[in-house]
């Protein structure tokens, strides 16, 4: 019977070379993440003293080759410190993350709630209501300019201005709640 190697079932062989690869870019992005990240949150990611004194060595580095090469070099510092020595750093960064998420959710219910203004006049009325103190005469202004901006080929100036009104409304509400 001809064995292989990996026929004992006794003997650990550790992660495979693919893992190994996963892993090891995986730190890579993380160092890319570090090194795009404003210095007052990386003072708040508690990193050991040499992975920042390479974070600030890679952003002094403008060539675009040079910048790479250092960026490697940053991962293979990173890759010498045990795993949980990151995890405040993954933390911040996946809460960066959320908040965008959630900024971009509620960009996209503004954007909604435009259109609805722009074809559905019980839809402003609504908003009215809503909002006793808005401006109404200038919303209405601003929302009929935007209809006819969008059946002619004018530029969609006013348009934006009823998004732009629309996330004051909403700014305003959060502030005050």
Known sequence: MNRTYTDDPEHDYGPTRTQQRRDALAVLALATQLVELPPSKLARANLPEDVLREVENTRRITAHIARKRQLGFLAKVMRRHEDDAFDGVRT?????REQLRKE??????????????????????ELIDQYPDIDRQHLRSLVRQARIERDSSKPPRAYREVFQLLKQLTTATDEDA
């Open 92 to 96: 911040l960064l996946g809460e960066n």
């Open 104 to 125: 971009t959710a509620a960009m996209h219910r503004l954007e909604a709630l435009r259109d609805r203004l722009l074809d559905d006049d019980n839809a402003l009325q």
